[in-house]
């Protein structure tokens, strides 16, 4: 286990692993790492025998797939677990470092790649039901896990000894007739000691290390203090007249039984479904504001916390050599330079806010002079404007999309694709809305990975969608096949009624499944980067191309069957559905590219201008009104609740989703130029060189490998109804 995953990796808080890549100069890579601290000046850790007795963590798991003993593991197991394994990670460094042989790739590279192995498997549970399923004391542990967890990485980056050998090895590269995972290995743990500051001076070094650790506790209690401000709160309304032009079956599902009760949350499926359907005009201003006003103020005020997390990150990427956090994280990205990202997105930006001022247009004059359109009027509006314009009403869809037919329709297109199976298999469970899935290849049989899906939202489950995994693969003494998770947050139904889903629910069903594919799928021989491993601005790209055969009509005709008659869906339907799909796009780009634009700002600021920060929502207007954002289109996230980049694994990076739709559109695209959306050699590139291939190479090469060229820009520009589609000559 490199440094890359003792944190970041071990830790699935993070919804994918952060790369930790860069390229040096051949004399970077010759230089001789200054001395440091020890490992052995890092806080004492004990454990006893008796804290670890009866530990699940302690012993091997036996159920089938290897899935961890859900019902055995208590919160008192977690820590001393985690305790134990850092000390068996400690053993294992020091055996590398005291090595009297040489280094080689085999007892240093190797040898470092497979440490933290009992770390890593407390982590990745602990990460996960963190995640899911928290609580008052899983909440106190986050706080002493992670800082602990931090040290310890530091401690291994900053290991002079190691880092030698670790050159050492590095130095002769060309000369160790090493495959291509071996010679990939080698080069990403290499740039992951010099990424972490490895070669910096000692009193840089323990700069940095501050840095992290008080970054780690900020980062936590950044993410803790959006779930308490998410889930405190709640609109109780009892006139159900407040609730016109809701569903009926919204409504069922967030009222309280057995009361003439209905409980709004600024829970996402919550909010954006009342936002759109919602009559009440005063309501949603203050579900609009109870959303975008989360964690700006009292008790769980991100607002100091966040400035706070951008000055250590431009202070650290200064100590690193660099001019901005944003020009340390994008380095090793596609888009190499926060210039060239942020070039791309105003790019695409330009006729976003054309077509948003011309959808602000059309909304102003549905609602005349009764007065002008604000923030918490778009949703509502916009959806007003659609069904007068194309006769569609998003709603129609949802008898269609009942989630298991939606799930078996991903399934199936991935069966269709890649020549794999997926069979309901029984296994213990975190929670008992959780399903899994044993997948194999169709072809040999052979166990590939273990699928699990968490669907439901529940108040001990952090918001938003999501993949994760229990195990990564690996292949270097033993085939070990992964346990990858599925986490949505889909408003539960009433008791005996269906899950029916919208559209946006569909595709993100779509999306997050890709992501597993991902890490189901590959073939990488090395945990450190197989699975989901890459560049920010890369690895969005296998989970939102297969969100296109979600909508392609030869797909929808086997999966969108009414869920009472049993119907396909109507093929008008499906046109309607089509002709509205690049409806208020422009408002749906202006508010994601003005996120991504708050996100590079934040992180583009150099260490004295972060100084200089002291509001917040200040910094973020003068943002937005540089960019020409109109009032009434809110970021996707405000600073404040932007767990993406002040929580996660995003920062200087939520450009990516929009960066990877350049690969996903193209890559579509050449199955549509085929005339086949499962076109056979396609798809085994598609297959050998984007989901089974990790980060066995540059993220680049293996999407020229797929395609067989650059992507191009045009199928997003199109796809978004910026361009026009012409037809094609001849």
């Known amino acids: 286990m490199t440094p890359k995953h003792i944190v970041l990796g071990a830790a699935a808080a993070l919804t994918l692993t952060l790369p930790a890549c860069e390229k040096t100069s051949s004399d970077e890579s010759e230089a001789v790492a200054p001395a440091a601290p020890a490992a052995s000046a890092l806080p004492e850790i004990a454990v006893t025998e008796a804290e670890l007795r009866d530990n699940p963590f302690r012993r091997e798991w036996t159920a089938d797939f290897g899935v961890p003993p859900f019902n055995d593991i208590r919160d008192t197991h977690y820590l001393p677990a985690v305790k134990k394994g850092i000390l068996e990670q400690r053993a294992e460094i020091a055996t590398i470092v005291d090595n009297p042989d040489a280094p080689t790739f085999e007892n240093t590279i190797v040898a470092l790649d497979q440490t933290g192995a009992s770390l890593d498997k407390v982590m990745k549970t602990f990460g996960n039901i963190t995640n899911t399923d928290t609580n008052d004391t899983l909440s106190a542990l986050e706080s002493e896990i992670y800082p602990m967890l931090t040290r310890e990485s530091d401690a291994i980056s900053f290991n002079p000894a190691l880092f030698e050998r670790v050159q050492a090895v590095y130095a002769k590269r060309d000369r160790l007739g090493l495959d291509e995972q071996d010679a990939r290995l080698l080069e990403l743990t290499h740039r992951s000691f010099v990424r972490q500051g490895a070669a910096l ?133 596609m888009a190499k330079t926060p210039e060239q990202a942020e070039a791309f997105l105003v790019r695409v930006l330009e006729p976003a806010l054309v077509r948003a001022k011309e959808e602000r247009a059309d909304m102003q004059a549905l609602i005349s002079d009764d007065f002008q359109l604000e923030g918490q009027d778009w949703w509502f509006y916009a959806d007003k404007v659609r069904q007068a314009r194309y006769a569609f009403d998003g709603n129609a869809l949802k008898p269609y999309f009942e989630i298991g037919a939606v799930r078996q329709g991903v399934f199936d297109v991935a069966s269709h694709l890649f020549n794999i199976s997926f069979t309901l298999v029984p296994t213990d469970t975190w929670n008992p809305h959780v399903q899994a899935w044993d997948v194999k290849d169709s072809a040999t049989g052979e166990h590939l990975g273990l699928f699990m899906a968490d669907m439901y939202s529940r108040s001990s489950k952090r918001g938003g969608a999501w993949m994760s995994s229990f195990r990564n693969a690996s292949n270097v003494d033993e085939n070990i096949r992964p346990i990858v998770v599925n986490n949505l947050n889909i408003t539960p139904p009433a008791k005996g009624e269906p899950t029916l889903l919208s559209y946006d629910e569909v595709e993100t069903v779509f999306h997050e499944f890709g992501h597993g594919l991902h890490s189901m799928l590959t073939q990488v021989k090395y945990s450190t980067f197989s699975g989901v491993d890459g560049p920010k601005d890369y690895t969005e790209f296998p989970s939102q191309l297969l969100e296109h055969w979600a909508d392609d009509p030869e797909v929808l005709a086997k999966y969108a069957k009414h869920y009472k008659t049993g119907e396909v869906i109507p093929l008008e339907l499906v046109d309607k559905m089509n002709a509205a799909a690049t409806f208020n796009q422009g408002f749906k780009t202006t508010e994601y590219i003005a996120a991504s634009l708050l996100d590079l700002r934040w992180h583009s600021l150099s260490s004295e201008e972060a100084a200089k920060i002291t509001d917040a929502r200040a910094f973020e207007k003068q943002v937005l009104e540089d960019y020409g954002i109109p009032p009434e289109i809110e970021p996707r996230y405000r600073s404040q609740y932007f767990s993406h980049i002040f929580a996660g694994g995003y920062s200087a990076g939520y450009y990516g989703y929009l960066w990877a739709e350049i690969l996903d559109a193209d890559g579509f695209a050449a199955f549509k130029e085929t005339g086949d959306i499962y076109n056979p050699e396609l798809a085994a590139k598609l297959k050998k060189w984007i989901y089974e291939a990790g980060g066995m190479r540059e993220a680049d090469d293996l999407y020229r490998n797929f395609r067989g060229s650059d992507p191009t820009i045009e199928p997003l520009l199109k796809n978004r109804g910026f361009i026009e589609n012409k037809p094609s000559e001849g």
């Open 201 to 333: 001076s000692p009193d840089a070094k323990a700069e940095v290390a501050a840095i992290n650790a008080e970054l780690s506790s900020l980062t936590t209690e950044f993410g803790k203090n959006l779930l308490l401000a998410t889930k405190s709160f709640k609109i109780e309304v009892t006139d159900e007249a407040s609730l016109a032009g809701l569903s009926d079956d919204f409504k069922n599902a967030i009222k309280v039984d057995g009361e003439d009760k209905w409980i709004l949350t600024v829970d996402r499926s919550v909010y954006e479904t009342f936002m759109t359907e919602g009559e009440n005009r005063d309501l949603r201003k203050q579900m609009f504001d109870g959303y975008r006003l989360r964690a700006s103020s009292g008790e769980h005020d991100n607002g100091p916390i966040l400035i706070r997390i951008a000055q250590l990150r431009a202070k650290r990427a200064e100590l690193m050599g660099y001019t901005s956090h944003a020009a340390y994280q994008l380095a090793p990205r």
